[in-house]
């Protein structure tokens, strides 16, 4: 349960999923560690989702919603990130670190800025695993 | 409505140490509302206890159960056989939710997820403020719906005091309206402004938390 090395991405179908879609049809698949969870919109990731990504077994979670006034929803990113910032809080009193969950805004059109963010947040766990 | 808020994870988690089968049982009535302790609390508390337990208690069985008005013992009957088969319960009610269960379930380990803060109302999703002091003796009708008791820092039945500017309270001068500027408006608005005019005796407490812990009996009620 959790701290592994696993990273979920949590992410709005509408723009997460289209830069993972694009990756695809590039032949760039994300990397075997990383596992992608579609949701309709960022409104529908809450504290739970998030949660069980952890309580399955991820060590980070990066959850991905459109960025403001691009939302479908209207308001569905802002409350994604609201409720990655109270998941944060309540991981932190479970005694798991905040920064394994990460909320970043994405638009459709960042499939070369997926990977880079992905690499990045797994930085810290690499550092930790060489000492 | 009775409003709560979830303990600290850490504080809920520190009797849990040793325990091998828990039952979250959430209440659906006011600490739902609240959103602290109904079905989707409940669910998150499972979940972030799997998490703050998974080095030092990582056997544990979690049962998480939501029932409908846990002060009331027909809605807890149906969980008997479920309390009796774990370790301890986690009730997420409020402080009236827990002791029925304790009272209920005399054997069971039951420990409070929530504390219980006040009662009052929704201003807005996910905004609650006190409303009613449950003082014994109802003063509403004097102050055009506004309770002094519950919403004046000081609890004045003359008021206003020296520390009331801009209709904001002294203590929070951010957050609290002052509550004898509400009174006055609302009276003002109902032209009842007549009614201050008439000075309030010391408030009798014997009948709020003075008196001893309450009772109400209904004798026409009562075989």
């Known amino acids: 349960m959790t701290e592994g090395n696993k990273i979920v991405l949590l992410g709005c179908a509408h723009s997460a999923g289209e830069v993972v879609a694009d990756l ?9 560690h990383v596992e992608w969870v579609s949701v309709p919109c960022g409104s529908t990731i809450d504290e739970l989702l998030m949660l069980r990504a952890f309580e399955s077994g991820a060590g980070q979670v990066m959850v991905l919603a459109c960025y403001n006034g691009a939302c479908r929803s209207v308001d569905g990113s802002l409350w994604a990130e609201k409720r990655a910032r109270a998941a944060r809080d309540l991981l932190e009193e479970a005694g798991i670190a905040g920064w394994r969950l990460q909320f970043c805004n994405i638009a459709p059109n960042m499939a070369a800025d997926l990977p880079q ?15 | 409505m009775i409003v709560a808020k979830r303990k600290p994870l850490p504080e809920i988690a520190a009797n849990l140490q040793s325990t091998r089968k828990l039952l979250i049982v959430g209440c659906n009535t006011c600490v739902a509302i609240c959103l602290a302790g109904g079905e989707k609390e409940v669910a998150v508390m499972g979940s972030a206890l799997h998490l ?18 846990q002060c009331e013992e027909e809605f807890n009957a149906p969980l008997a056989e479920e309390i009796a088969a774990h370790d301890v319960v986690l009730s997420m009610a409020c402080g009236v939710g827990v002791q029925t269960l304790a009272e209920q379930f005399p054997s069971a380990i039951v420990y409070p997820a929530l504390n219980t803060a006040f009662m009052g109302r929704p201003e807005e999703r996910g905004i609650w403020s006190e409303r009613c002091a449950g003082c014994g003796n ?24 020296g520390g009331s500017e801009q209709g904001k309270c002294e203590v929070d001068p951010k957050n609290i ?21 008439e000075v309030e005796p010391p408030k009798d407490w014997s009948t709020s938390r003075h008196g001893g812990p309450r009772k109400i009996v209904r004798e026409d009620m009562v075989l």
């Open chain 2, 138 to 161: 109802c003063v509403l009708d004097k102050f055009g719906g506004v309770c002094p008791i519950a919403r004046c820092s000081k609890n004045l039945l003359n008021g206003p005091c």
């Open chain 2, 52 to 69: 703050a337990l998974r080095n030092t208690n990582p056997a544990i069985v979690i049962t998480q159960r939501s029932i409908e008005r």
């Open chain 2, 177 to 197: 309206d002052c509550a004898w500027q509400l009174i006055y408006d609302r009276l003002s608005r109902i032209g009842q402004l007549d009614r201050l005019l």
């Open chain 1, 117 to 131: 963010w992905i690499e990045e947040f797994r930085e810290p766990v690499v550092a930790e695993e060489s000492k």
């Open chain 1, 24 to 32: 695809a049809a590039r032949g760039l698949a994300l990397p075997a």
